[in-house]
C-alpha cells in the first residue's frame, strides 16, 4: 500500500504467468500480503472481463470487493 510500512511477505509475478510471464528474478517483486491479495483479485477479475475499483477506509487502505 502506497506510504505504509508493510512488511512485503509475499513474492508476486509482475506479469501474471497466465499472461506469458516468467518466474525470472526481473519478473519478481516482493509486496505485502494485502497488496498481493488485491493485485490478485484484480488480475482474476480482469481475466473474466471485469474491472474491480476499491472503495477506502477511514485508515486509508483500500477496501476490495468480494
Known amino acids: 500500500m502506497v506510504n505504509r510500512l508493510t512488511p512485503a511477505t509475499e513474492c508476486d509475478h509482475v506479469v501474471p504467468k497466465a499472461q506469458g510471464g516468467t ?9 505485502c500480503a494485502d497488496c498481493y491479495k488485491a493485485k490478485t ?23 476490495w470487493p468480494e
Not at 480482469?46 to 477506502?56: A, D, H, I, T, Y
Request: glycine share 16%; aromatic share 6%; hydrophobic share 30%.
Open 23 to 31: 518466474d525470472d528474478e526481473g519478473n519478481l517483486q516482493a509486496i
Open 41 to 63: 483479485e484484480r488480475e482474476a477479475a480482469e481475466g473474466q472481463g471485469r474491472r474491480l475499483r476499491p472503495s477506502f477506509g477511514a485508515d486509508g487502505w483500500p477496501i
